[in-house]
């Protein structure tokens, strides 16, 4: 046996393991240099309104949205990632993915001055009013929380919070009915016909890209209250637009992913639309329905917190109001923060419970 | 059989509700506060209005008694015959009993009734709602559609630059999170780390995910980073408030797609000898990478939205040029040509971005030769992507 392995004749010397392997391909050059010229067009624009040059935008105005600092900084990355794209081998579509990202975090960064700021944040900890507004917040006065009232008035601040919580309960159950309703109109599987589902798809992605704050200044301005000092009522029509938006998405999503053996069976038996709806589609989505129903109302906690911001009823208002008055101590923000934290960790806790026993 | 325990659910819910109302509106707790019992009196309504339904309901099943009984008699007889009998048709399965069903849809509507009733609302203020809106909407309209003088250009330049300075904090805010949700999400995957790293991970996490972005915005970033226009640092705080509340999701989602791997390719690479570092990079980010990505996005649009909040609470954006204090909406008569002018840019902006990024994400998922699909092919295949509700 070994005789015959030594007798065997050895034509060429084999190369040493590791070394004879096919390297991979390199990419393209062409596309690469391509990338190149376009970062390069991205920089010399860059450089071409470095001291916020304004730049003519549509016929609507001239403005100056693109104030981009240190170009040459944005040069240097651009050329980066093609460098590091190039020495990785990534296809060009992936280089060009990667240089995307870099000039549009270039343009973003520099817009909202994030080198400065993030300079600045040593000096504002160790001096100035920062040290002590953290100090406050994490200090909370909880008797405030629980035992004074609203300023001015004779209502306790827990009450706030319980108009916070009716509120997010009202705006979710109305909210989540209309976008029932509208899930199952925008969705070609369960409506009336394919106009019908392509408006009110349109009408829905416009009614979600308007934020809630900005629902709420608009309902707040309908309902001829100036925006501060409004009832409820502005907040929980703005939470109701926000929620139908949502849960009309989420749900027609839903919708539209749902078996068709019901369907064709409901179709068989001869059924009406609203039949057909209401024995195939409307079963098969009830589990997500309630899912996207508690998710929504947790979001509508958050939110009517934060919209009382802009002055509807509820902890929200609150809140602002402290906010307005922190020059005079940072406890009372402190304390409605915190809890805040608190009721959204219990109500996600209570949703998480529901969600247990339903599902 | 199924109206008797209908009958019998519903009683028993409108006694007990009423019985805690009267119990409830009537204790010296309710005094205490004008929302308590303002959402009691709700109660106690919603109980009343219940049991009026229901003694009408139950006086008629009291008054068909003598149908019923023929009617089941009937169905008696033709029970025991054998062969044909036209009346077994009507022998439908009997539906189950609801119990727990019908009284959680008739808690879910006192509820409603009370907490409508606790908000306080002025319902009549609704009644001069129409005339108000055709008003503004045609002022809004007008000012959109004008042929644009100086100051409108004013007007659509300030906005497009509030809305530009929102995308780019939601930019920020989605990058900020997506450098960190990467390793979080691994940390967090039961199939890549131990017990003693996965738990103290989760819970972190799910701290995270609890706290609103506000309390980051107001509680940490604003005294840090400042408050304000861009250049006194209000956008970066908004940027990075949104950035810390965006780890919570993108790390769970990842974490929950990186649970989901093919086993095969990390088996392989096991047995030819790598090192952790290196399953990660070969065997694990190879496959989970386009998910994450269709994430990141998913979470960018999601960010744009939620940077409008932050701007009203002094973060920048557009938030910062329609909320009170000194924005659009801040002293009388309002300028509604603007509004809507603005309204028009926030709308117009986000759909844009919208559509790129969701024509990114179905590139990235589904590659270049996958166009969108018929809707009778969609109906053969299997539904792409279950839609995901923890990530808007």
Redesign the interface.
Known sequence: MSAALSERPVTEPRPEPGTDRPSPPKPALAPYLGLVLLAAAAASFFIWNWEGQAVLFLPLGDTVLWAPRDPLLGLGAMMLILVLCWRLRVSPMGAFGGLAIVVITYWAGSNIHFIDRIAEVPRRLTGGNTRDQLVGYFNPDWSYLLFQNVAGTSRPIWGEWLITLCMAVVATIIGCFIGLLLAMLASPVSSLNTGTSQTVKAINSVVRSIPDVGWALLFAAFLGGTAYGLGALAAVLALIMFNIGIVAKLLGESIDAIHPGPLEAADAAGATLVQRDRVAVLPAVMPSFISYSLYVFELNIRASAALGVVGVAGIGGELSRQIGRMSQGYENVGAILWALVLVVLMVDLLSLWIRRRLL | MSHGHKVASALVGAVLLAAGAFLLTYSPAAN?????SR?MWGTALAAGAVTVALAVYGLAYAGTGRQRAAERRRLAASHGRQGYAPDRLDLRPIRPAKFWWNMALIM?GV??VS??A??????S??L??PA??WD?SGQMIGGVAQI?DED???D???A??AM??S???A??GT?VGALFSLPCGILAARNLTPLGTYIPMRFILSVI???????FA???FI????VGP??R?G??AG?FALGISSIGTLSKLISESIEGVDQGPLEASRASGATHMQMIRWAVLPQVLPEVLAIWLYRFEVNI??S??L???GA?G??RL???PNGL??Q?P?DWEAIGIT?FV??AV??AV?QISGFVRHRVIHGKTVRRRT?KQA?AAP??E??R??A?
């Open positions: 205490a506060s004008d929302v308590f959402m879910l509820l409603f907490s409508a606790g908000t306080g609302m002025t319902l203020a609704l001069e709602m108000r809106v503004f644009p409108v250009r004013g659509w330049s300030s497009f630059d530009l300075e995308v780019a904090i930019w920020i990058l995910r609890a706290v609103p972005e506000i309390v107001v509680a940490i005294p840090l980073l400042g861009a250049e640092g956008a970066m940027a939205r939620a409008a909040i701007g009203a609470l920048g557009i938030g329609i909320s009170p909406f801040g009388r309002y309204l926030i709308i986000t759909m919208d809707r109906e539904p792409p279950p839609p509700a923890v808007l």
